[in-house]
């Protein structure tokens, strides 16, 4: 059964603030995990390193910031859409950066979104509670365990 965890993905202790802050101004009452780069996210995910012993099922979203320490969100993301366990979890990119090149990697590597934080304080706070309670309470998404991937003949 999928869990109702939204897992955040992000190293910039100001932004992770406001983004809880926003969500929970939302409404959006779900637990909030964070991961603070991407070797935690994925030893979150895949229930590893310091995560071993948790027994919940997968978030319900991840909100997953590019510029990470130890791996990037891009590889974080590259990681996931390859795992079985894993490869439908829907994935928000959520990042300060402007690059192109970072938006066009990020839909490649299969991101189900990519948000730009805004510099305004009020217009973050917007976006990441239309994000929340989109992702929370509109989308549809399948329940963990996904479907095995196919492979090409």
């Known amino acids: ?41 994925l030893d979150y995910l895949f229930c590893e390193g310091e995560h071993a012993g948790r027994s919940g099922g997968l978030p319900i979203v991840m909100m997953l910031d590019i510029g990470l320490p130890r791996l990037s969100g891009l590889e974080v993301l590259a990681r996931v859409r390859e795992d079985s366990r894993t490869h439908l979890l829907p994935v928000v990119i959520l990042t300060s950066s402007d690059e192109e090149q970072d938006m066009l990697k990020s839909y490649q590597h299969g991101a189900n979104s990519f948000v730009r934080k805004p510099l305004d304080f009020r217009e973050f706070a917007d976006t990441v509670g239309h994000l929340g309670i989109y992702w929370v309470a509109t989308n549809i998404a399948p329940a963990p365990p996904y479907p095995q991937k196919r492979r090409a003949p």
Not at 4 to 27: G, H
Request: net charge negative.
């Open 1 to 41: 059964m999928s869990d109702t965890t939204i897992l955040l993905v992000e190293d910039n202790d100001q932004d992770e603030l406001l983004i809880v802050r926003s969500l929970r101004k939302a409404n959006v009452a779900n637990r909030i995990e964070v991961a603070r780069d991407g070797q935690q996210a």
